[in-house]
């Protein structure tokens, strides 16, 4: 992963020391509430329901065991002992006091870590795909892009006050993991006739109270363009986009309102100062951070290990988890291992600080001391030797972190919700637990198959209820709980917005909504059929009739 | 005379700030001295303007663009961009576009709500001039372009980004 040079050290240095004065002036009475509003959010310290929440930056979802291990020590000693993944590959502390935040930003810069920019109105940290470099199915690696647009927003001197949020995803693999058309701006890295590297340029998509997939307004962006195409787009947003109704302020809401063709022309006329400018990515520099996301110093094997395969066909436990929980690999005799924090009665993302540390000594171990997080709040260890799986699985089994069911539906993408966040309608954690216990039975659960549900405890949509294949949101209804439920959503390559089912249920019921909605698609699926395939030819109607027919 | 910062130094400002709308066809009365107008003022009055003893400056609002003046700018000696609130983030496109696509050379000028956070940030967007609010400490307020000893971007400080510099 990037190793920081001395100016990259220094930034986030002075970044604490800048904040760390922030701070006292705010507590001297010097900065009004307002005044430090602003300037606290843009390094990520938002006050919650109990507590101040500290977000902290976690670039493309890279973390090394050093980090893991000071994540850890921060939540002991500044936490509730534990820490929370987020649905953008970034740590949350729930717990920390406003006065220690400076305290920890500085033992977080030990490490190379930092709070910047992971909220207010800014650009925030560019997410990616949790296989970036591993994968099979790659076009190229994504991180090395990432980290160019992470120096690149830093504190970027036009672009630190923009209208609202704006967030990054990049996406290098035929598959899209990373949730990509949902962003302010997705970038799929392509390769074009010629076989030169670049972009797909999405602009205008998201989530929250308005959800759109972004419209696709570059066809091939050569890639050393990078920076000074985002320039542009960025000008045209900053100086375009609306500031008098926070709801309306999102980029997706001015591309919507100009038209994709008449944006992409605005951003075109702007880019026409910038383009072949300084900022222009010379081939040095983009070699220069590719340099540190080479591959670790593989072993060559000549196929799959003998004892993993046996262990396979003699464990049927050890085998569902292969199955389920591990990846294919780029390099033969090498999987890619997930970590599921979705064990039922365990809120999503959730981990302790004594697993947290477990898990660098397993990253040391098996994964050349590295650990990625997923936008669906799991943890991966992405280099692991085929000859060590059968150990690590029980290992990760010990921990809590082998529940066999990455991509099915008990793996819940779910926000912090009602429980800690002050924007929420209703509570999300105690919801996913609902329906985790009741498709409890792993037999069941792996029969239903891939199966996305998400949950968000309001409609800014933290937990890309939109994108679910079944999605919940939790909403208010004259002080009481209630929960629409969403069908048909998808994060990947065909990425859509789910279709509301009807009127909300009361949260005692969602777990006997989500088995009607089960049923239905067993009843109608053709074999090999998943439950998204199966939703998108029979489509809403029968689904409908079934949640809100009458007992009988 | 209010104090002001420019070029890092707190000096006197010589400037008076015609209210926009004050001018009319039967009253057309400009304060003595230097004198900053309204870009619906230039458009009206421009001859007038142009007519003034003292020097001429221009204010844009925050939604008001610099294209609207492409073509006067040799006119001003003088622009100010102004922040109705600290976190609108429009006026820092105004000066670098001035600055970058206009070559406008003169002063650049911060007013309205300008505080000794964001000095560094409109410094690099190309102000060299800030009007801080007026219940801050001017001194306290120059540590804020200090902040930061190295930054990656291309800017009116920095003309090349770092991984241009040697």
Not at chain 1, 87 to 106: A, D, G, M, S
Not at chain 1, 309 to 330: A, G, Y
Not at chain 1, 507 to 512: K, P, R, T, V, Y
Request: proline residues 4%; glycine residues 6%; aromatic residues 10%.
């Amino acid at each position: 992963m990037y190793l920081y040079t001395e100016k990259d050290q220094k930034i986030i240095e002075q970044r604490v020391a800048q904040y760390q004065n922030q701070t006292e002036r705010y507590l001297a009475g010097k900065l009004s509430d307002d005044e430090f509003l602003v300037l606290r959010l843009q390094n990520g310290l938002y006050i919650q329901r109990h507590a101040p929440m500290l977000r902290i930056a976690v670039p493309h979802g890279m973390l090394n065991s050093k980090q893991i291990r000071m994540l850890a020590h921060i939540s002991r000693h500044f936490d509730k002992g534990y820490a929370h993944f987020s649905t953008r590959q970034n740590v949350q502390f729930n717990w920390p006091k406003l006065e220690q935040v400076p305290e920890i930003l500085k033992l977080l810069a030990t490490v190379q870590m930092h709070a910047i920019q992971t909220s207010g109105s800014c650009i925030r940290n560019t997410t990616s795909d949790q296989y970036a470099g591993v994968a099979v199915d790659e076009v190229a690696d994504t991180r090395p892009y990432c980290e160019i647009i992470r120096q690149w927003s830093t504190f970027h001197p036009e672009f630190t006050l923009l209208p609202r949020k704006f967030k990054i995803a990049v996406s290098g693999a035929l598959t899209d993991r990373a949730a990509t058309q949902v962003h302010d701006i997705g970038l799929y890295v392509v390769k074009n006739a010629q076989g030169e590297t670049g972009f797909q340029v999405f602009v205008g998509g998201g989530l929250g109270r308005t959800p759109i997939v972004a419209p696709l307004i570059k066809e091939f962006l050569p890639e050393k363009h990078l920076l000074t195409y985002l320039e542009a787009i960025l000008r045209v947003y900053n100086r375009h986009g609306r500031r008098d109704n926070k709801y309306k302020a999102r980029i997706k809401i001015l591309v919507k309102a100009l038209t994709p063709d008449v944006f992409a022309k605005k951003v075109d006329d702007e880019w026409a100062d910038l383009r072949d400018g300084p900022t222009t990515l010379p081939e040095a520099e983009i070699e220069r951070i590719r340099a540190c996301y080479q591959d670790p110093e593989y072993l060559t094997f000549p196929g799959d290990n003998e004892s993993f395969i046996s262990h396979i066909e003699s464990n049927p436990s050890f085998k569902i988890w292969v199955n389920r929980n591990t990846v294919q690999h780029k390099t033969p005799g090498y999987r890619i291992i997930n970590l599921s924090l979705k064990e039922t009665g365990q809120a999503p993302g959730d981990v302790s600080d004594t697993a947290l540390e477990s898990i660098a000594d397993l990253a040391d171990r098996f994964s050349f001391g590295e650990v990625r997080s997923t936008h669906e709040q799991n943890l991966v260890l992405a280099d692991v030797q085929q000859s060590d799986l059968f150990e690590l699985w029980n290992k990760l089994k010990t921990l809590g972190f082998a529940t066999p069911n990455i991509g099915l539906l008990t793996d819940i993408i779910c926000c912090p919700g009602g429980d800690f966040c002050a924007l929420a309608n209703a509570k999300s954690i105690p919801i996913a637990e609902q329906i985790q216990r009741r498709f409890e039975d792993m037999d069941y659960l792996h029969d239903i198959g891939d199966l996305d549900l998400n949950i968000s405890g309001c409609m800014n949509a933290c937990g890309h209820h939109h994108v679910g294949h079944i999605g919940i949101l939790g909403v208010d209804k004259k002080g009481q709980e209630f929960y629409q439920v969403s069908l048909g959503g998808s994060a990947n390559e065909d990425a859509a917005i789910g279709k509301i089912v009807g009127p909300s249920f009361k949260e005692e019921d969602i777990a006997n909504v989500i088995e009607k909605i089960i049923h239905v698609y067993l009843e109608n699926r053709i074999e090999g059929e998943r439950f998204i395939d199966t939703y998108r030819r029979i489509e809403l109607a029968p689904f409908k009739e079934r949640v809100y027919a009458k007992n009988h | 005379m209010q104090k002001i910062i420019k070029n890092r130094q707190i000096i006197d400002s010589s400037w008076n700030y015609v209210q926009p709308d004050s001018l009319t066809q039967e009253k057309l009365q400009f304060p003595d001295g230097d004198i900053v107008v309204s870009v619906s003022d230039w458009h009206s009055f421009r001859d007038l303007c142009l007519a003034h003893p003292g020097k001429l400056g221009l204010i844009l609002q925050s939604d008001e663009e610099p294209s609207c003046v492409q073509n006067d700018l040799e006119h001003f000696e003088m622009i100010a961009i102004h922040f109705p609130a600290f976190g609108d983030g429009r006026g820092y496109s105004s000066a670098r576009e001035l600055r970058t696509k206009y070559k406008y050379e003169g002063e650049i000028r911060a007013t309205g709500d300008v505080l000794r956070d964001q000095l560094q940030l409109m410094e690099r967007c190309g102000f060299n001039a800030f009007e801080v609010r007026k219940d801050r400490d001017l001194v306290e307020a120059m540590a804020g372009f200090s902040d930061f000893s190295f930054t990656y971007q291309a800017d009116l400080s920095n003309p090349l980004p770092s991984f241009r510099r040697n």
